[in-house]
Structure formats: structure tokens, C-alpha cells
């Protein structure tokens, strides 16, 4: 299993600490012959030990370009679809799609189409549960704008959960990017809204469970139809 470069230093940090506890927990219990005790606190860092890791996941995935397509950023379940007005950057209404992710979904984050970055920001924010309809204007977030080729813009936003405190984004404006190409990544729950002209087609319904980078949730209609 590949882990992502972003868990590296958790990983080792959360290692050290669970080795101090069965430690600490080792000298107190050992003279009191309570073998029992040992063991289950043992079994019980180590299982939260793997689930850290297992939280910095990196899955091999095939990378699917297909330009009338929108891709899921994120793997998670469908929480939103929805027009909104989008106020911070295209101002107009868009279609939004928003995928939650709880903490055992892979959190890498994927770039749903291609072309240039025409807008990036990070707000600080707040630290509502990720499915709370505030969460995309007063959590913690990115907001990404891709234009791609043909003119039409399509907008992303990583948003922070309850329990994330730190998302990482690898988007910079005026780099150009490839469709389902790695956008970033959130540390542990979060949610992810994908905002696509109102005229597109919603592939996928609310509840559905999606894999990022694989599963496409939108059509955007051709010019001229």
C-alpha cells in the first residue's frame, strides 16, 4: 500500500506516541501480572496505529480524460445537487454537487476536469460538520476555478470537517492541469463541492457513493446543443 506524502510526518508523530503509551502502560501493569491488560492495550494501539496509515491511503488509479465529463474530486457519497449562486468569484448561478467523505474514505483530492487555473484561494474558516449547508461559505476551504480550453469554468472547494484541521492544496493560478491529475488533500473528515454550468447534466443522485477520479458526476452540454 502507498501512503501520501501528507501522512508522513503524522504517521511517524502518532507512532511514537502510541510506543510511549504501551510503554508507560508496560511499567505500570508488569508487576501486577496483568498480562490481559497488556496485550488488549497493545492490540489497541496497534489497530489505531494502522488506522492512521490506513487514512494516508494513496490508491493506484487509472486517469480518464474525457472533456464533456465532470469527475468526482473525492471519493465519498453524494450529499448536494443543487443551483446556488456562486458569490465569491464566477458570480451567476452554477450547479453544485457535494461529496462528503467521512474519515475511512481515501482523502485524496482529484482535479475534476482539465485546463488552466484561472482562481485559487484559501479562506480560514470555521469547523462545522462537513454535511452542514454553512460549511461551503464559513468552514475552513479552497476555492479553485479551472477554465478549461473551450472557455467554460467549473469550480471546486475543499472544505474542512469537524474533525479536519488542515486541507493541502498543490493548485496554483495560471498552471495548467490534467483532468483527474492530483488537486490535493484533506486530513481527515471533510467535504468537497463541485460547482458546473447550470445547463449540465447530473449524472449522479444524492446518497450515491462515488470514487474520485473514476466516477463522473456531470455532463457538460456541448456548445451549439
Known amino acids: 500500500m502507498k501512503i501520501n506524502k501528507e501522512g508522513y510526518k503524522i504517521i511517524l508523530v502518532s507512532g511514537l506516541i502510541c510506543a510511549a503509551i504501551w510503554g508507560l502502560f508496560y511499567w505500570l501493569l508488569m508487576n501486577q501480572s496483568s498480562c490481559v491488560l497488556i496485550v488488549a492495550a497493545s492490540i489497541f494501539l496497534l489497530c489505531f496505529w494502522m488506522f492512521i496509515i490506513a487514512f494516508f491511503r494513496e490508491p493506484r488509479r487509472v486517469r480518464i480524460h474525457d472533456e464533456d465529463l465532470v469527475f468526482s474530486p473525492c471519493d465519498g457519497r453524494v450529499v448536494v445537487t443543487e443551483v ?50 454553512k460549511s461551503s ?40 492541469v490534467e483532468q483527474n491529475s492530483v488537486a490535493g488533500f484533506i486530513k481527515f473528515g471533510s467535504r468537497v463541492d463541485v460547482l458546473v454550468p447550470k445547463d449540465s447534466q447530473v449524472l449522479v443522485n444524492i446518497g450515491d457513493k462515488v470514487t474520485g477520479s473514476q466516477t463522473p458526476i456531470a455532463r457538460l452540454k456541448k456548445h451549439g446543443e
Do not use: C
Open 84 to 133: 446556488v449562486v456562486e458569490e465569491e468569484y464566477l458570480k451567476k448561478e452554477m450547479l453544485q454537487i457535494s461529496i462528503f467523505m467521512s474519515v475511512t474514505n481515501v482523502h485524496m483530492n482529484w482535479v475534476p476536469v482539465a485546463g488552466k487555473v484561472d482562481y485559487f484561494k484559501y479562506h480560514p474558516g470555521r469547523f462545522l460538520v462537513a454535511w452542514h449547508p
Open 137 to 176: 461559505t464559513e468552514n475552513e476551504r479552497t476555492t479553485t476555478v479551472i477554465e478549461m480550453k473551450d472557455g467554460r469554468k467549473v469550480l471546486f472547494r475543499q472544505i474542512a470537517g469537524l474533525v479536519a484541521r488542515r486541507i493541502i492544496s498543490y493548485m496554483k493560478v495560471g498552471s495548467q
